[in-house]
T-cell receptor, first 115, second 113 residues
């Protein structure tokens, strides 16, 4: 049973380019969460999605950031016109169903470096 | 607002000693409290969790206690080993925060030989 998959594991972009981060949840999981972790800091919630729905995007910057979880395929976190401050590790996690006691399992993360 | 506070931010213990990390939360409706361990450059990994219908849970050298009245929970690691060195994050589901996990700021645990 494969765990949460993320790709790419490392991504280098120049300022102004777009970054696309992908997350495939664990089999049977229909809820995906994205977190950002700055160097030597904690995990900050960004967005929570179900298939074809954004449930909570309260942690996501209003500009340049967007997320989707289509009916088919992985969840995608998109960052447009990246800036150096976007450099961080982006983790996604998945859980099986909507409940406030469900365990979240994390993917290996994508480390974004903006030059 | 809803938050989770974690202390200490760094903890250094001698191998074989116990380590205790404490967290407090703000929403009395919270009912799920996981702990994650994150090694350098790796993903956070769930090591133990507790739900609000119990006050304590143990798994080998790791235990978690929950005091719902005081709204705090703690991670206890006994007989620490060098491989326990990592950053530990507590988290809580805060219903008032949209049914998502809110994480503490992390504790860097160092187990010295």
């Amino acid at each position: 049973n494969a765990g949460v998959m993320q790709n790419p594991r490392h991504l280098v972009r120049r300022r102004g380019q777009e970054a696309r981060l992908r997350c495939s949840p664990m089999k049977g999981h229909s809820h995906v969460y994205w977190y950002r972790q700055l160097p030597e800091e904690g995990l900050k919630f960004m967005v929570y999605l179900q298939k074809e729905n954004i449930i909570d995007e309260s942690g996501m910057p209003k500009e340049r950031f967007s997320a989707e979880f289509p009916k088919e395929g992985p969840s995608i976190l998109r960052i447009q016109q990246v800036v150096r401050g976007d450099s961080a590790a982006y983790f996604c996690a998945s859980s099986p169903r909507l409940a406030n006691t469900d365990t979240q399992y994390f993917g290996p993360g994508t480390r974004l470096t903006v030059l | 607002g809803e938050n989770v506070e974690q202390h200490p931010s760094t903890l250094s213990v001698q191998e074989g000693d116990s380590a205790v990390i404490k967290c407090t939360y703000s929403d009395s409706a919270s009912n799920y409290f996981p702990w994650y361990k994150q090694e350098l450059g790796k993903r956070p990994q769930l090591i133990i969790d507790i739900r609000s219908n119990v006050g304590e849970k143990k798994d080998q050298r790791i235990a978690v206690t929950l005091n719902k009245t005081a709204k705090h929970f703690s991670l206890h690691i006994t007989e620490t080993q060098p491989e326990d060195s990592a950053v530990y994050f507590c988290a809580a589901y805060l219903p008032g925060g949209g049914n998502k996990l809110t994480f503490g700021t992390g504790t860097q645990l160092k187990v010295e030989l």
